[in-house]
């Protein structure tokens, strides 16, 4: 059993969960993920580690409830347990030996990016963040963004938070005025890493993303995650999460993400019937 020291509402959708969990914390390092169980029957999911203090020994996760298992998860409380929560799984993001690199992250993906980011500020290279948000009252992690960068873009689509467009109107914007990267981290909604690569291909400048689909074992037995990188057959589980953009099948990809939506739309909606006979 895992204790939640400490919970808290980012926005109406998403939510912060700083974990006790001493020997993942020990171990862990920017891009690895853990795989919780709320309950004893509950599902496996998989979180991307958002933070960790080795000293502290504990584990944040940053998750958007869009299901029945994070709905779950959000309905506990501080000071309240999770039942399983194992990792670090997957490599770390390879950042060492990088100067200078452009941090592009979608939506909740920033909470995915932050410990790159904060990362690469430790190890003194020049941080850009491209951070980009449907409105302003989606917003995370602003102030600690603003902490650990040297250029911090904000972009949301409705305008009333930095400037209006998209995450790759400001990353072309950069490119066309000659910035050179030594690679582009894109962390984000499938489609958004997609057109992100698109861009980045046609300059010439390495770009990593990050894939976080579908995950059952974590250890790359059931194949869940298996997605296409350069012809081959990948598990994110193991061979990542972390990809060469350039080289991932994204259509594929989104199309296996789709696989399994009904059957999260009966889990969400289903009430026990034991639950709707009256009592009497």
């Not at 012809?231 to 953009?245: I, L, N, Q, S």
């Not at 993400?257 to 009966?266: A, G, K, V």
Request: with cysteine; charged share 25%; aromatic share 6%.
């Amino acid at each position: 059993m895992y204790k939640i020291l400490r919970k808290e509402n980012l926005n109406p959708t998403v939510t912060l969960m700083e974990i006790d969990a001493p020997l993942i914390a020990r171990k862990a390092e920017p891009g690895q993920f853990i795989i919780l169980r709320v309950n004893e029957d509950g599902e496996r999911i998989p979180l991307t580690i958002a933070d960790f203090d080795r000293e502290k020994g504990t584990v944040t996760i940053i998750f958007q409830i869009v299901g029945a298992t994070t709905e779950l998860l959000n309905a506990k409380n501080q000071g309240e347990y999770i039942e399983d929560f194992v990792g670090p799984l997957g490599k770390e993001s390879e950042l060492e030996g990088l100067k200078k690199v452009c941090v592009v992250g979608g939506g909740v993906g920033n909470a995915i990016a932050y410990p790159v980011a904060k990362k690469l500020h430790n190890l003194d290279a020049e941080v850009t963040v491209i951070a980009g948000f449907k409105n302003k009252d989606l917003v995370i992690l602003e102030d600690q963004y603003e902490a650990i960068t040297d250029h911090f873009v904000k972009m949301s689509d409705e305008g009333n938070w930095g400037e209006k467009g998209l995450v790759t109107d400001a990353l072309r914007k950069l490119l066309e005025a000659g910035e050179q990267f030594d690679e582009v981290i894109a962390i984000g909604p499938v489609i958004m890493m997609k057109f992100v690569c698109a861009l980045t291909k046609q300059f010439g400048v390495k770009t990593v993303i990050s894939m976080n689909p579908i995950m059952v074992d974590g250890t790359g037995m059931c194949g869940a995650c298996r997605l296409t990188v350069g012809g081959e057959t990948k598990f994110a589980c193991v061979d990542g999460p972390d990809f060469d953009g350039h080289q991932v099948d994204f259509d594929e990809a989104m199309s296996r993400l789709t696989m399994y939506r009904d059957f999260e739309r009966q889990a969400h909606d289903h009430v026990c019937n034991l639950l709707k006979m009256e009592v009497k």
